[in-house]
């Protein structure tokens, strides 16, 4: 419930931002630029020093997959400028479904039955999304 609850906030205020923002771009960029660097803050404060090695041999596929992240989340805000806020959202969180399925087809995870239940729960989040919007 927690989990629905924060993203629910953060998709009405990156909805909420963006419609009243001047350019879709301008958003996302301060954005970014707001949150970007909090992380590898934290993590170097965490971790000092030695954080410098053991990102060395991990670095071009963490940025590569943190550029992938920031293109698909600016998508994502792109679609809530000129689309309906809940079928963007219930459309984004299929991905989850998505997710499920390749774990279990591409690393063999079981596909039980709590993953089953949850894939129903995501639907029928989504399904409630739709019939909620105008």
């Known amino acids: 419930m927690t989990t629905g609850a924060v993203i629910a906030g ?4 990156d909805g909420t931002g963006v419609h009243r923002s001047q350019t879709v771009i301008g958003y996302i ?11 590898p803050l934290l993590a170097l404060a965490r971790r000092g020093r030695p954080l410098f090695a053991q990102l060395k041999p991990v670095c071009g596929i963490g940025l590569a997959g943190g ?20 079928t963007v959202a ?3 969180e299929t991905s989850i479904l998505i997710a499920a399925l390749i774990a279990a087809l591409l690393f063999r995870e079981r596909f039980g039955r709590l993953r089953l239940i949850a894939g129903a729960v995501v639907l029928a989040g989504i ?3 739709e019939l909620a919007s105008p």
């Open 90 to 92: 219930a459309l984004r």
């Open 10 to 13: 953060y998709t009405v205020v």
């Open 67 to 86: 550029a992938i992240s920031l293109l698909a989340y600016g998508l994502v805000i792109w679609a809530q400028a000129d689309g309906d806020l809940a």
């Open 127 to 129: 399904t409630v999304l």
């Open 29 to 39: 960029a301060w954005l970014f630029l707001c949150q970007g660097p909090v992380l």
